[in-house]
């Protein structure tokens, strides 16, 4: 299976400051054949369950605000909050789905400082 | 809107099997796979495997061979999942989620709402 290590663990960000969480496959989630990443992201609040934020790496899902952004390729990915907002606080996940079966990410857990 | 609605937690004893249901609503359910994945408490999501709603295509995770069985009724448009031969570790909150593949495994946009399966003797 392949591996998520997520970093950091945590972060405390100031309200409208950046926040940057990074994600390392073990193993690349590029598929050459469409030079698309399989990789996408997630936000869960507690008692909830986790909402998509970004699929292929980069491509941000219906109704997610503009702060959020990813990047990335192959083995080293990125998510970033531009601005961060009080309802941002959260878990935030990343999810390989170039094999299956996918796997997560332990997470991120976001807070404001 | 696109719901996928779980049946209730359940209590069960280690050996015991669970089924738990996810019905869809607000698409047309076999242009779309249905994932499970849980979450043990404190702990991120963890893949099980998924299923095909239009041609039976499924694949479950190698931790879960042999004890996992995902099957789906068209003519309800529910999936199900069920687990046998449960342990204290299989504790934790199961998921239904939307994938968007026939042939692989995918990106989940719409989730249930989880349904918690505490295994104690």
């Known amino acids: 299976d392949i591996v998520m290590t997520q970093s950091p663990d945590s972060l405390a960000v100031s309200l409208g400051e950046r926040a940057t969480i990074n994600c390392k496959p073990s193993q690349s989630v590029l598929f050459r054949s469409n030079n698309k990443n399989y990789l996408a992201w997630y936000q869960q609040k507690p008692g909830q369950p986790p909402k998509l934020l970004i699929y292929?790496?980069?491509t941000r899902e219906s109704g997610v605000p503009d702060r959020f952004s990813g990047s990335g390729s192959g083995t080293d990915f990125s998510l970033t909050i531009s601005s961060l907002q009080a309802e941002d606080v959260a878990i935030y996940y990343c999810?390989?789905?170039?094999?299956?079966?996918?796997?997560f990410g332990q997470g991120t857990k976001v807070e404001i400082k | 809107q696109v719901q996928l609605v779980q049946s209730g937690a359940e209590v069960k004893k280690p050996g015991a099997s669970v089924k738990v249901s996810c019905k869809a609503s607000?698409?047309?359910?076999?242009?779309?796979?249905i994932a499970w994945v849980r979450q043990a408490p404190g702990q991120g999501p963890e893949g099980m495997g998924w299923?095909?709603?239009?041609?039976?295509?499924?694949k479950y995770g190698q931790k879960f061979q042999g004890r996992v069985t995902m099957t789906t009724d068209t003519s309800t448009s529910t999936a199900y999942m069920e687990l046998r031969r449960l342990r204290t570790d299989d504790t934790a909150v199961y998921y239904c989620a939307r994938g968007q593949s026939d042939y692989d495994d995918s990106f989940y946009d719409y989730w249930g709402q989880g349904t918690l399966i505490t295994v104690s003797s």
């Open positions: 999810h390989q789905y170039y094999s299956s079966p996918s796997t």
């Open positions: 292929w790496a980069s």
């Open positions: 299923i095909s709603t239009y041609n039976g295509n499924k």
């Open positions: 607000g698409y047309t359910f076999n242009t779309y796979s």
